[in-house]
T-cell receptor, first 116, second 113 residues
Framework: DVKVTQSSRYLVKRTGEKVFLECVQDMDHENMFWYRQDPGLGLRLIYFSYDVKMKEKGDIPEGYSVSREKKERFSLILESASTNQTSMYLC???????????????FGPGTRLTVT | AQKVTQAQTEISVVEKEDVTLDCVYETRDTTYYLFWYKQPPSGELVFLIRRNSFDEQNEISGRYSWNFQKSTSSFNFTITASQVVDSAVYFCALSGNTGKLIFGQGTTLQVKP
């Protein structure tokens, strides 16, 4: 089975801190994604990556950056955390083969981040 | 622009009732995929089904069934004889030629014993 793990289930940080959220998948997937989930808004894509060292902005990239130095690991970085970044963050991965949009994304358990 | 709308924010039913979760989508792509995911209280999204835009056949999997109608741009999900374990947030999602998933707002289903 595909496994996507995230470094923390719960995280509390202070405003202005630099925050790292780590995501690791064990199925050699090329594509990895970071979403945030907020009530009434569903999941919104922050950044995604189709390969090592590649990254593309999603729908709400402002205030975030990402890093993909290894195929299995995709990190989300909040350079200076703010209270409006309090949210649930979900990582996902999928394989590339064929048409990329056809493959379901496998999700990690999520990190609930609170910025005070 | 692509968009997915789940108009039902919350639904509450009593165990053994049938329930339908609505999903309406918008896209200009001719080839696209539709998905349903379940998010139980544990938080992890669980993949339920994928349909492509060329396959309008309805699908049944145990107590779950899906009705895909391109004419109305809908992809509805029905749970027959609901159970307490079905309580979760359900998301409908769309993927087009960009490879990105566009999610609906989610429907929270509560099944009471």
């Amino acid at each position: 089975d595909v496994k996507v793990t995230q470094s923390s289930r719960y995280l509390v940080k202070r405003t202005g801190e630099k925050v790292f959220l780590e995501c690791v998948q064990d199925m050699d997937h090329e594509n990895m994604f970071w979403y945030r989930q907020d009530p009434g808004l569903g999941l919104r894509l922050i950044y995604f990556s189709y390969d090592v060292k590649m990254k593309e902005k999603g729908d709400i990239p402002e205030g975030y950056s990402v890093s993909r130095e290894k195929k299995e690991r995709f990190s989300l970085i909040l350079e200076s955390a703010s209270t409006n970044q309090t949210s649930m963050y979900l990582c996902a991965s999928t394989s590339r083969g064929g048409r990329v949009e056809s493959y379901e994304q496998y999700f990690g358990p999520g990190t609930r981040l609170t910025v005070t | 622009a692509q968009k997915v709308t789940q108009a039902q924010t919350e639904i509450s039913v009593v165990e053994k009732e049938d329930v339908t979760l609505d999903c309406v989508y918008e896209t200009r792509d001719t080839t696209y995929y539709l998905f349903w995911y379940k998010q139980p209280p544990s938080g992890e999204l669980v993949f339920l089904i994928r349909r492509n835009s060329f396959d309008e056949q309805n699908e049944i999997s145990g107590r779950y069934s899906w009705n895909f109608q391109k004419s109305t741009s809908s992809f509805n999900f029905t749970i027959t004889a609901s159970q307490v374990v079905d309580s979760a947030v359900y998301f409908c999602a769309l993927s087009g030629n960009t490879g990105k998933l566009i999610f609906g707002q989610g429907t929270t289903l509560q099944v009471k014993p």
